[in-house]
């Protein structure tokens, strides 16, 4: 998920001019006299009368149809609103059974047999079934509604293809489809492993997955079930699933002229076939009864269970959606299917749901209602929390500067963030080109330090630390500016005797470019000044307008060194490895190695969980000695929540499941610092 | 008149002409797009979003689009809020832009005429001196410094009004964000009508009636505010128009649902269809009100004939 860094705060505080110190100086009597209280808690404390949870939502939500929105802003809401097969566990936001009560896999990842409860209901009472999940996902994809979210589900077979428009051939003598097995390109099929080095292990015979072979019975496929016999009928979709997977083609010409271009075998066959497009029908979704929702998988993907709680998957209700079109989130016309159901909504100013009676997990649900304030100012919310008018923020809502008053009181919440800063290197023309000089940089940098001054902690490595437990991670280089010398005298910027020359260094053709939220600045001034101390040379630091900013990055228009985010998707180190899984897409490094793609394909063939982490951390490694990146430091979440709040935790994603959430009134029950999160 | 007002409304359509077209041609300079974001998405995800949203069509379709679209007073949806039209968003926005604006214009007509007129009248006395300190301090003091100064004090120490949101009219909560906006208000009319007062004073029409013997009250109210309030009419004409149009960071700061809250995030969104509405939308307020300014003038100075 993107992070821009949360929030974007009015610098009202940076500008402070002599007419402030006037009434300033009325406001220091005034200000010494308020804050004799309460040295516990930030603010009143309060309970609300009702049962109501007053929250900060974030910028305005796009729109409350979950398939449409990719923010964090919306998922807050839609915590509420829909509800899917799985839930984020509160405290580890891993995932915990929702609608779905419990799932099978299949013996390599690559097909899942949900088993949905009975009694789960839309807010107008229907019942939610298989069918409905197979519309969300099948609707999510549709190339008309352009969901911005899609590639989320690209896992899923022809899944992708659909959301392309692509094409499958068919030959009309045969009646059968090209099948991809047949033309395969060299990319296509990693070939193991007469490149790989002794460190890498052999890749193990790259097949097929399960799910693309054929079976005999559906039982084969699953590792032995021991309460119950599997129910689940081999049906002709699932026999189609399991043929080898069809070619497809771009359905424009020019597209499909390239692709076939890049594959004369395949050109040769395609003459005089039909183009038949690939429809909703053919992808890997199947209700095969009622409460019985498979789905077949493109890849091995073992992290897949875990995405069935984001926003994308989340069931929407069929009749609606399709009778009101764009107006089905208007409030008179939506049904959702979480928790809450939505009761007001205002925009820019407040959305507000009630518990859904209809829920099948109505009784345990204890807030009445919630208040979502789409609040974007930092300042605003803090006094708002302050005055007793909110009863909790959301993630990075306590700015570096508050941190010195707010981080001791008891109301303060802080975590390692599923989310980590790096910068890039334009590892294709420049300095940086030399991967010497990208491991100087980042040796000459002290992390340590860095992290300190803005209390948070330090990554060396690619991982956010201490958020997958049993993860194996590699260490990434130290810091240490005598090496960094060494290296870049090796790289051809030494003087005659044999010592780094920072003249000789084209700092010039750097720059350190970021946009200019949050801390971004402050941190580009702080590795600034590093260099200027370690190594001598000043690099120009260069701020961009956002957008602007990320129009450059998608080209890889920068000079040298561009600033970056990233925070995850869904709880597996795979979101973060696969950054780099493509020379496109989110790399914007131009770093690509095929050896690399190779660990994270065989780590997601890759049953044992803990050889799997194994293998991804070699993925890890080999990243870091590659060093298209320098990684700076772990985000901390940093919130705040009233003590009276209970169910909600400093995890990972600051994404809460509202049900579990309530007001206790009861002052000896209130929390006094973080809540025990191992309970 | 008539003919003077009718050729004013005219003029209003070249001008509404050349706005939108610089916005449009801006907001086409401006790099990213409104799905740009950090996480880039794949070709595929954005030729359907393009196609979607019909970005894939030559620039010049487009931009007739955005004419006819005017001119039918239908500024289409917003490409950032899916479902929502630029209309729904304007007239949802405006009551409260409106409403916080117009009590601001109230506050500021009312105590900067009252104090600019004392100090004109007791010109040189301490009433004087401390309604212009005070009326400088005004001018100086940004809004986003006042605004949390005003909140630090009565909401967050002394508890008596709220720091934030929106809670319609008449409530508390309008009570701040009007005292900051109409501040600065305040301050330029107290010193305008202070110094139109002075010079009217001491015209010959007014010695005149004194002359005849009229009281100092009838004086002041009947013959001097007429012609000592001309300046703070033109001055406050247009500043109506940009009060009740939203205000970025009052609304901003204050957390409320107005125009300009939509209007700073629009263009954060390039959101096209909602920048242009809001922009021609601005400029109509604003040349509608300068023309109601110039009418009014014709009312308040008997010199003025159209």
Same mark, same amino acid.
């Given at each position: 998920m993107r992070n821009p860094k949360s929030g974007i705060v009015?610098?009202?505080s940076s500008r402070i001019g002599v007419a402030a110190l006037i009434l300033g100086v009325s406001l220091i009597t005034?200000?010494?006299a308020a804050s004799g209280g309460n040295h516990v808690f930030f603010g009143k404390t309060d309970p609300p009368r009702e049962n109501v949870l007053r929250y900060v939502s974030g910028s305005e939500p796009e729109s409350l149809d979950p398939q449409i929105s990719a923010g964090q802003n919306e998922a807050r809401i839609y915590m509420a609103l829909y509800e899917g097969l799985t839930e984020y566990d509160p405290k580890t936001s891993a995932p915990v059974p929702a609608i779905a009560e419990r799932w099978e896999v299949n013996k390599d990842f690559s097909e899942i047999t949900f088993h949905l409860r009975k009694n789960a209901r839309f807010s107008n009472g229907d019942p939610i079934t298989a069918g409905d999940f197979v519309y969300t996902i099948r609707r999510g994809l549709t190339p008309?509604?352009?969901?911005? #979210?899609?590639?989320l589900a690209y896992y899923i077979k022809y899944a992708e293809a659909y959301n392309e428009s692509a094409v499958f051939v068919f030959d009309p003598d045969s009646q059968t489809f090209l099948l991809e097995k047949d033309f395969a390109g060299v990319e296509e099929q990693p070939t193991a492993p007469a490149s790989a080095t002794g460190t890498t292990p052999p890749a193990r015979t790259p097949g097929p997955p399960l799910s693309s072979q054929p079976v005999e019975s559906v039982a084969a496929e699953y590792p032995p079930i021991p309460e119950e016999q599997t129910p689940d009928a081999d049906t002709p979709f699932h026999r189609f699933m399991h043929s080898p997977a069809r070619v497809v083609l771009p359905a424009d010409d020019k597209g499909r002229k390239k692709a076939l271009d890049a594959n004369p075998k395949l050109r040769a066959a395609v003459a005089g076939k039909q183009f038949l497009p690939v429809k909703a029908e053919n992808v890997g979704v199947e209700a095969v009864d009622d409460y019985t929702l498979r789905i077949s998988l493109a890849q091995q993907a073992p992290f897949f269970i875990s995405l069935m709680a984001h926003q994308f998957f989340r069931v929407i209700h069929r009749n609606t959606v399709e009778h009101f079109g764009h107006a089905w989130t208007d409030p008179h016309n939506i049904v959702t299917s979480g928790a809450f159901k939505l009761e007001a909504w205002q925009p820019y100013d407040r959305l507000v749901v009630a518990r859904d009676p209809m829920n099948w997990d109505a009784s345990r649900v204890k807030l009445d209602h919630i208040v979502f304030y789409m609040l974007q100012d930092i300042t605003t919310m803090i006094n708002l929390y302050r005055?007793?008018?909110? +009863?909790?923020?959301? #993630?990075?809502?306590?700015?570096?500067?508050?941190?010195?008053?707010?981080?001791?009181?008891?109301?303060?919440?802080?975590?390692?963030?599923?989310?980590?800063?790096?910068?890039?290197?334009?590892?294709?023309?420049?300095?940086?080109?030399?991967?010497?000089?990208?491991?100087?940089?980042?040796?000459?940098?002290?992390?340590?330090?860095?992290?300190?001054?803005?209390?948070?902690?330090?990554?060396?490595?690619?991982?956010?630390?201490?958020?997958?437990?049993?993860?194996?991670?590699?260490?990434?280089?130290?810091?240490?500016? +005598?090496?960094?010398?060494?290296?870049?005298?090796?790289?051809?910027?030494?003087?005659?005797?044999?010592?780094?020359?920072?003249?000789?260094?084209?700092?010039?053709?750097?720059?350190?470019?970021?946009?200019?939220?949050?801390?971004?600045?402050?941190?580009?001034?702080?590795? @600034?000044a590093q260099?200027?101390? #370690?190594?001598?040379?000043?690099?120009?630091?260069?701020?961009?307008e956002n957008k602007t900013f990320q129009a450059a990055q998608a080209k890889l228009d920068y000079k040298g060194i561009s600033r970056f985010g990233w925070s995850a998707d869904y709880m597996d180190p795979f979101t973060f490895l696969g950054l780099f899984y493509t020379p496109t897409g989110n790399n914007g490094t131009g770093w690509w190695d095929p050896k690399y793609v190779e660990?994270? +394909?065989?780590? #997601?063939?890759?049953?044992?969980? @803990?050889?799997?982490?194994?293998?991804?951390? @070699?993925?890890?490694?080999?990243?870091? +000695?590659? @060093?298209?990146?320098?990684?700076?430091?772990?985000?901390?979440?940093?919130?705040?929540k009233k003590p009276y709040v209970k169910g909600m935790y400093p995890n990972a994603t600051t994404l809460f499941p509202w049900k579990w959430v309530y007001i206790e009134r009861d002052q000896a029950k209130w929390d006094y610092g973080v809540p025990n999160m191992s309970e | 008149m008539l003919r003077f007002i009718i050729r004013r409304i005219v003029v209003i359509i070249p001008m509404l002409f050349i706005v939108v077209s610089l916005t449009w041609g801006l907001i086409r300079l401006a790099p990213g797009n409104f799905y740009t974001g950090e996480k880039k998405l794949t070709p595929a995800i954005e030729k359907n979003l393009r196609e979607k949203y019909g970005l894939n069509r030559p620039w010049y379709v487009q931009y007739g689009k955005v004419l006819w679209n005017i001119a039918r007073f239908d500024f289409g949806n917003s490409l950032k809020y899916e479902g929502q039209s630029v209309n729904q968003i304007l007239f949802r926005g405006l009551p409260v832009s409106a409403t916080l604006g117009l009590s601001a214009y109230l506050l500021a007509l009312f105590v900067g005429i009252t104090t600019g007129t004392l100090a004109a009248l007791k010109q040189n006395s301490w009433i004087d001196y401390a309604s212009m300190v005070l009326a400088m301090i005004g001018i100086s003091i940004p809004n986003f410094v006042l605004g949390p100064l005003l909140v630090l004090i009565f909401a967050l120490n002394l508890f008596w009004l709220p720091p934030a949101l929106w809670n319609g009219f008449p409530s508390?909560?309008?009570?701040?964000?009007?005292?900051?906006?109409?501040?600065?208000?305040?301050?330029?009319?107290a010193r305008l009508t202070r110094s139109g007062m002075l010079e009217v004073m001491r015209s010959d029409y007014i010695r005149t009636a004194r002359a005849k013997g009229l009281s100092e009250t009838q004086v002041v109210f009947r013959h001097a505010l007429r012609g000592g309030l001309l300046p703070v009419v033109s001055f406050s004409g247009p500043a109506l128009a940009f009060l009740i149009t939203g205000t970025v960071v009052v609304e901003r700061v204050f957390a409320l649902p107005g125009l300009g809250n939509y209007f700073i995030n629009a263009c954060f969104n390039r959101d096209e269809p909602l920048i242009i509405g809001i922009v021609a939308f601005i400029a109509v307020t604003v040349l509608g009100f300068n023309l109601l300014v110039d009418i009014s003038y014709g009312f308040i100075d008997p010199r003025i004939r159209y």
């Open positions: 009015i610098g009202y005034a200000g010494c008309e509604v352009a969901s911005s #979210n899609a590639a005055a007793g008018e909110l +009863d909790a923020m959301y #993630n990075h809502t306590v700015p570096p500067a508050w941190l010195e008053v707010i981080a001791p009181m008891k109301d303060f919440m802080d975590a390692p963030e599923a989310g980590i800063e790096f910068y890039r290197f334009n590892t294709t023309k420049g300095p940086t080109k030399d991967v010497r000089v990208r491991k100087a940089l980042n040796m000459a940098l002290d992390k340590k330090a860095m992290a300190d001054w803005r209390h948070v902690q330090p990554l060396t490595a690619f991982m956010p630390t201490g958020i997958f437990p049993g993860y194996p991670q590699p260490k990434g280089d130290p810091f240490d500016p +005598d090496k960094a010398k060494h290296l870049l005298v090796e790289a051809g910027y030494g003087d005659a005797s044999g010592n780094f020359d920072p003249e000789k260094f084209s700092a010039s053709e750097i720059e350190i470019v970021t946009n200019p939220d949050g801390s971004n600045l402050p941190y580009a001034e702080f590795i @600034q260099w200027k101390q #370690n190594l001598g040379v000043t690099i120009q630091i260069r701020i961009m660990l994270l +394909d065989e780590a #997601n063939r890759t049953v044992d969980h @803990q050889r799997r982490y194994e293998i991804l951390a @070699q993925a890890e490694k080999l990243l870091l +000695d590659a @060093q298209p990146v320098m990684p700076l430091v772990v985000a901390t979440t940093r919130w705040m | 508390k909560s309008i009570v701040l964000p009007a005292l900051t906006l109409s501040a600065i208000y305040i301050a330029y009319i």
